[in-house]
Nanobody
Framework: QVQLVESGGGLVQAGGSLLLSCVAS????????MGWYRQAPGKQRELVAL???????IYADSAKGRFTISRDNAKSMVYLQMSSLEPEDTAVYYC??????????????WGKGTLVTVSS
């Protein structure tokens, strides 16, 4: 019953910026961790950034210093502000959330992804 929907992907030049957004909708009790993964063509999906409900943040080495993850808990949203984009950042970016409903443990949910293409 929970859905994650990403938005904000697109085509940008190297050095540019993009803001990705993700909103969770449906019925749930709590969103624990919420974050972003990406999958480049021919590669495995990898963690980009993760943020817990308590504010703890984890960044991939490739994202550290360039990307900023933030959450708006009241809106059940997570954002990824990406700056100084490089062609290597080209990938489908997926929103991820660990969500629990009352009486159930946490469950991993995924959005359908939004494509980010960085041209040189």
């Amino acid at each position: 019953q929970v859905q994650l929907v990403e938005s904000g992907g697109g085509l940008v030049q190297a050095g540019g910026s993009l803001l990705l957004s993700c909103v969770a909708s449906g019925t749930f009790f709590n969103i624990n961790t919420m974050g972003w993964y990406r999958q480049a063509p021919g590669k495995q999906r990898e963690l980009v950034a993760l943020k817990s409900s308590g504010g703890t943040t984890i960044y991939a080495d490739s994202a550290k210093g360039r990307f900023t993850i933030s959450r708006d808990n009241a809106k059940s949203m997570v954002y990824l502000q990406m700056s100084s984009l490089e062609p290597e950042d080209t990938a489908v970016y997926y929103c991820n959330a660990d969500i629990s409903n009352r009486g159930t443990g946490g469950r991993d949910y995924w959005g359908k992804g939004t494509l980010v293409t960085v041209s040189s």
